[in-house]
């Protein structure tokens, strides 16, 4: 599977855009890429052979804040060690299967260089497993982080299939867990946040959402209470024929192509070989993360009453 059909071309042209709407200067990047490398070297735990990108990926979402950068790469491997058992790299496609149209990238990037990613709820109640989504979520940060290349990601998230028995399905600590991982951790400079289809959501559920991110992530936040044409906010190009946009873009498709690779290439699977822990975990480290309740893959009780 080429990599090119699922997060577009990346020629010299989009290079320079990503890099202009970013204002890299690439000696000062290169720089904070050695002194980021030299650190992981110097260390204990943590990884030491990581690929270029996953550093480049670190410092842009960081605003090239060397030390936020380091913060936020050392909290993803703790997260990911804190779930080892219930990754990618211990499950297999056929666990994913029924809720694979969870989480989508477009591959076409905004003329900004911006990616489009979607979230969609399951129809079928049956379907919404709030643990084996995240553990879906967890693959795709797991691939975006080692091979995309952005100036930024717009998220949708659309709330069409919601009812109160999916609600009823979601675990709060979890939920938290999910809320903090992708907008505090997960290396993402994120542009917009659209919520589309939104029905009544209580305010227990929001309260927990929004407790985990800080007043600049909830600034980029759009809440649409009425249907929503995104054709008027995006080109239609980057958006799947469902939405409105190009008539070649399916998401079956799109969903298909994506797992294949992140299940199937040879090349990722090294990559994230090479994310494993150097060394145990030092003991502050697991009092300071709580690993204890998270360490067979389960989460505390289906709900937290």
């Known amino acids: 599977m080429d990599l090119q059909e699922i997060l577009g071309t990346k020629d010299q042209t989009v290079q320079e855009v990503i890099r202009k709407q970013l204002r890299e200067h690439l000696p000062a990047v290169e ?16 990884p030491k052979n990581i690929d270029k990108s996953i550093i480049v990926n670190y410092l842009r979402c960081s605003d090239y804040n060397l030390e936020l950068a380091k913060r936020k790469f050392e909290d993803w491997i703790l997260t990911m060690y804190k779930f080892k058992n219930i990754t990618v790299a211990s499950l297999d496609y ?6 694979e149209r969870t989480f989508f990238l477009c591959p ?4 900004e260089c911006n990616r489009i990613g979607f979230m969609t709820i399951p129809e079928d109640v049956n379907d919404f497993d709030f643990q084996k989504i995240f553990n879906y979520l967890l693959a795709i940060i797991e691939f ?7 100036a930024g990601y717009i998220s949708i998230y659309d709330f069409a299939n919601l009812t109160p028995e999916h609600l ?5 600590k979890l939920l938290s867990e999910a809320v903090n991982f992708m907008f505090n951790i997960y290396p993402v400079k994120l542009r917009q946040t659209h919520f589309i289809n939104v029905p009544y959501i209580p305010e227990t559920f929001i309260y927990a959402a929004k407790s985990s991110m800080d007043e600049n992530i909830l600034k980029t936040m759009v809440i649409h ?18 939405y409105g946009g190009s008539p070649n873009l399916k998401i079956d498709e799109i969903v298909e192509k994506q797992n294949r690779y992140m ?21 502050d480290k697991r009092q300071q993360h709580s690993f ?3 360490e067979l893959g389960y989460i505390s009780t289906q709900n937290d009453d």
């Open 292 to 294: 204890e309740d998270f």
């Open 225 to 242: 209470k009425k249907p929503v044409d995104l054709t008027r906010l995006f080109p239609k190009e980057c958006l799947p024929a469902e």
């Open 108 to 111: 076409k990037l905004t003329p």
């Open 94 to 99: 056929g666990y994913f299967q029924r809720f």
């Open 31 to 46: 720089k904070l890429i050695s002194s980021f490398q030299n650190w992981l070297k110097s260390g204990t735990y943590l």
């Open 144 to 150: 975006l982080a080692i091979k995309d290349e952005c």
């Open 263 to 283: 299940f199937g290439d040879a090349e990722l699977a090294r990559q994230r070989e090479s994310l494993n822990l150097a060394a145990d975990l030092p003991q």
């Open 168 to 172: 009823a399905k979601v675990n709060a």
